[in-house]
């Protein structure tokens, strides 16, 4: 992901606050979004990417694993949008470098929108409103192209700026309670920041899951989407290791890791000190974390993203 431009840290800080502000052609991004919630995008029209990224809530679904058209779970947890344009690989093996590339495989994958190039065109050019929307931003019938490029500038633009923590690294230091700066200096000395760290506290690297101690242990079978980037690469050293995720708006994203196998974040926190750094946290240690980690959440169109579980028990 060649544009996303991540300021470096302050002075010290292994965290950098967002400052990409995304694309600003306001004709582009509004046909973007409605594609993006069109389930006409979709076989049958049946899904839209919204369905699994809701953007009313944080950019996913709440759940462990988003149920497929055929009715069964897929494959992987599904990870916000959001801020996903600052991540240097997609998806959680990081098997995509651009949206494009991503976003055409979503369309195609027959789990997910299901639809062929020959089928999503014969509809959005038989649509009255579609046909002069395009006709405006691109000055022809939509096509491959300028379909990829609308959803992308869309995408481009789900950026969340303002979250509490990113005031206190801009200098106001009373953005953040005593017992959320706690949690961050926790962070860092247990060493989380060796791979969460930069503008989206993660997105930057490659990391095998289970560094000191083997997460899959008591799983009786490993699915293909454990194994990580070895089922992309083939390479024994890919073996469980997959990228780095952000945790820009973790206490809003739950359920937890490439399989959904908690919704606690507490317990998140917990599996991570054992699994990747070999410490074993008392429960103070990782609800103090887990405070600092909801200094993370940002804003979107002036409103703090929320969870799905939140928005749906209300
Ligand atoms: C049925 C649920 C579902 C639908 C529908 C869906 N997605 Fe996804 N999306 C997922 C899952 C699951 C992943 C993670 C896949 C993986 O890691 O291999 C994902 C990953 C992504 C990512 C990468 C995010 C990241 O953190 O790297 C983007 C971007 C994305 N989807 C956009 C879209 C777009 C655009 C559409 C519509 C064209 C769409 N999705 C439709 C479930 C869905
Ligand atoms: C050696 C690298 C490494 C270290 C150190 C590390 N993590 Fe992670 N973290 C990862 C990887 C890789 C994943 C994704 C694992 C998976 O889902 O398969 C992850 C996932 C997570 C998630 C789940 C995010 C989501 O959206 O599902 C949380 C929360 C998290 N880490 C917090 C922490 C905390 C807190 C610490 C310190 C106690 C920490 N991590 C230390 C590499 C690391």
């Known amino acids: 992901m060649a ?17 990409a502000s995304g694309p600003s052609d306001r004709a582009k991004i509004a046909l973007g979004e409605s594609l993006f919630n069109d389930a006409r995008l979709s076989h049958g029209d049946v899904v839209a ?24 779970p897929l494959d992987f947890n599904t990870p916000t949008v959001f801020n996903a344009a600052l991540d240097f690989r997609l998806n959680w093996r990081g098997n995509f470098r651009t ?16 639809t062929s190039w020959e089928e999503l065109l014969t509809k959005l050019r038989s649509n009255a409103e579609y046909s002069q929307r ?4 691109y000055g022809a ?8 490029d609308a959803l992308v500038v869309f995408q481009r633009s789900l950026i969340t700026p303002d979250a ?4 206190y690294l801009k200098g ?40 000191f101690q083997d997460p899959f242990a008591r799983q009786k079978t490993l699915t293909k989407a454990d194994l990580g980037r070895f ?11 997959f990228r780095v995720p952000s945790l820009r708006n973790v206490a809003v994203t739950a359920p937890y890791f490439h399989d959904g196998r908690t919704a606690s974040l507490a317990d998140a926190v917990k599996i991570m000190a054992r699994n990747q750094l070999g410490r074993e946290l008392d429960q103070r240690d990782a609800d103090l974390i887990v405070e600092f980690l909801g200094t993370l959440t940002g804003e979107y169109r002036g409103r703090p993203l929320t969870s799905a579980a939140d928005r749906l028990q209300q």
């Open 231 to 241: 089922a992309v690469t083939g390479a024994e050293s890919d073996r469980h290791v």
């Open 3 to 19: 544009q996303s431009n991540q300021p470096a840290p302050p002075m010290g800080e292994p965290i950098a606050p967002i400052t």
């Open 164 to 167: 509490r923590f990113d005031r």
């Open 172 to 211: 106001e230091r009373d953005a953040i309670t005593t017992d959320e700066e706690h949690g961050y200096l926790l962070f860092k000395a247990y060493g989380c920041v060796a791979c969460h760290q930069g503008a989206n506290v993660g997105g930057n690297l490659f990391q095998k899951f289970g560094i």
């Open 134 to 137: 395009f006709a405006r931003v």
């Open 49 to 72: 990417c919204s369905s699994c990224h809701r953007l009313d809530f944080s950019g996913d679904d709440g759940l462990a694993r988003s149920v497929a058209a055929d009715g069964k």
């Open 141 to 148: 019938i939509p096509d491959r192209t300028s379909v990829l």
């Open 99 to 114: 949206f494009e590339e991503q976003n055409e495989a979503a369309l195609l994958d027959d789990r997910l929108m299901n």
